[in-house]
Antibody
């Protein structure tokens, strides 16, 4: 069955960077893309961006441009999301989700379990 | 950006009764070339990731009980739970994937009355 397994919780200081991984199994990794979605405590869902596993194309939310980088390692079927210059309002659960192969315009039919990133001095 | 709104913010329904959640987009999410609405619904229970229920506004994801149904077109959409079960207590989100940034509604919390 399709599974997305994310790395564990992180605690970071303001200004630091975090890199979250998302290991896929149960399907052909290059046939879909991966989006990242975050959820601040008690809040709703915020789309952060998307990467095509097929060709490496990315599409990032404008508010995160310059701070976020999404990459993949097809040899291990793993996607990564790095967020830099962390602020307290980046504290959230970060999810990876399976989406479109060529374009980000597709629903998310499988989600990782989530990674809590806490930014605190 | 397309802004998604949902109503109500929360609702409490008796077991076996119907629950209806509304979602409105600030612009149409109907793509004329394929006549499909780029609208999905998700269910999220506490401590869990969201779970896909509906895509293309009305197509039920495999394995989702048929008491869940989606309807609507253009800018106005509805998720209906025809007979509420205890396991349906959750927050429900609509999402547009018509363009980027993909955006979600603020969520509707469903409880048992």
């Amino acid at each position: 069955q399709v599974q997305l397994v994310q790395s564990g919780a992180e605690v970071k200081k303001p200004g630091a960077s975090v890199k979250v991984s998302c290991k896929a199994s149960g399907y052909t990794f290059t046939s879909y893309g991966i989006s990242w979605v975050r959820q601040a405590p008690g809040q709703g869902l915020e789309w952060m961006g998307w990467i095509s596993i097929y060709n490496g194309n990315t599409n990032y939310a404008q508010k995160l441009q310059g701070r976020v980088t999404m990459t993949t390692d097809t040899s291990t079927s793993t996607a990564y999301m790095e967020l830099r210059s962390l602020r307290s309002d980046d504290t959230a659960v970060y999810y990876c989700a399976r989406g479109g192969q060529y374009y980000p315009t597709r629903w998310f039919d499988s989600w990782g379990q989530g990674t809590l990133v806490t930014v605190s001095s | 950006d397309i802004v998604m709104t949902q109503s109500p913010d929360s609702l409490a329904v008796s077991l076996g009764e119907r629950a209806t959640i509304n979602c409105k987009s600030s612009q149409s999410v109907l793509y004329s070339s394929n006549n499909k609405n780029f609208l999905a619904w998700y269910q999220q229970k506490p401590g869990q990731p969201p779970k896909l229920l509906i895509y293309w506004a009305s197509t039920r994801e495999s394995g989702v009980p048929d008491r869940f149904s989606g309807s609507g077109s253009g800018t106005d959409f509805t998720l209906t739970i025809s007979s509420l079960q205890a396991e349906d207590v959750a927050v429900y989100y609509c999402q547009q994937y018509y363009n980027t940034p993909q955006t979600f509604g603020p969520g509707t919390k469903v409880d048992i009355k």
